[in-house]
């Protein structure tokens, strides 16, 4: 004789009913808040890259007019120190006072057809020590075919300071050059805007810097990186980039695995110069904030 099933209690039920109904709940739930933290995850990635690429253009923006003042002021040197109508004096005056008006000019050098430095018009209390006495045959032979031409940066302190050289055309463009004028530009101005431009990005080590066409660390969050030109080769976002590729088309945004770890970073090519900017963060932090 078989014994009967034992016969479930309201209160047992009623029980089993509402644990049923908590997990078949509770299930989507988690599903749906699993989604909504991905979604959120997404979407802030997608404006820390909107909120990286405003950054890298006020900062483009900031070296174009550090370095554009001094390329002017260059020209206008250059174009005074070959005009036939004025005297000697007269010339060394508006060159003199050309340097004082530019703000991004403290210094310009003054050299003959083969390179050699002729004189340097400064500022009361500039160093020129660092000025070079030759001028590179390679520099001399680019600025004959551009207007301008940028050059190797130096180490220094508060920060390197970038070669710029224009070349001396009595007869006007296209003209024989018949000499150089030539200024190591301090990028302190863009080491500032460094400064308060990664107050947006956290307090991540490399947040936003900028290199040269080596990789040379030229303005960094960081000032002692830049002012010693050390490499960021293989860093962040320059993960297997080539230097030949820092065009000022260069654009790139994503994802990179460096010694640090995996990092959200935006790359973009600067204009009129082989060099680069680059924002980012570790992706913990942007995580952290989910």
Do not use: C
Request: a negative charge; hydrophobic letters at 45%; zero cysteines.
């Amino acid at each position: 004789m078989s014994t009967p099933a034992p016969r479930l209690g309201p209160a047992s039920l009623r029980f089993k009913l509402a644990t049923l109904a908590l997990l078949l709940a509770t299930l989507p739930l988690a599903a749906i808040g699993w989604l909504a933290i991905q979604v959120n995850f997404d979407t802030l990635v997608t404006s820390q890259r909107e909120l990286q690429i405003a950054l890298l253009e006020d900062l483009a923006r900031t070296l174009d007019d550090e370095l554009g003042d001094a390329e002017a002021g260059l020209d206008t040197i250059a174009r005074v120190l070959s005009d036939a109508s004025l005297d000697g004096d007269a010339r060394l005056v508006l060159a003199e006072a050309t340097v004082e008006a530019r703000t991004s000019l403290d210094h310009v050098a003054v050299y003959d057809r083969e390179g050699g430095l002729i004189d340097v018009i400064r500022e009361a209390g500039t160093d020129t020590a660092g000025t070079p006495e030759q001028l590179d045959v390679d520099l001399r032979s680019a600025a004959e075919g551009q207007r301008l031409v940028t050059g190797p940066a130096r180490a220094g302190e508060p920060s390197p300071r970038v070669l710029l050289v224009v070349a001396i055309r009595p007869e006007g463009a296209g003209g024989p050059v018949t000499g150089y004028v030539a200024s190591g530009v301090s990028l302190v101005g863009v080491q500032d805007r460094i400064g308060q431009l990664a107050a947006h990005l956290g307090a991540a080590e490399d947040a936003l810097f900028i290199v040269d066409h080596e990789f040379h660390v030229l303005a960094h969050v960081d000032p002692t990186r830049a002012s010693t030109l050390s490499s960021a080769a293989d860093e962040g976002a320059l993960v297997g980039v080539d230097p030949d590729t820092l065009v000022p088309m260069i654009a790139r945004s994503g994802e990179y695995e460096d010694a640090q770890g995996v990092m959200v970073g935006t790359l973009i090519g600067l204009p009129n110069r082989p060099w680069a900017a680059v924002a980012q963060l570790p992706r913990e932090i942007g995580r952290a904030h989910v």
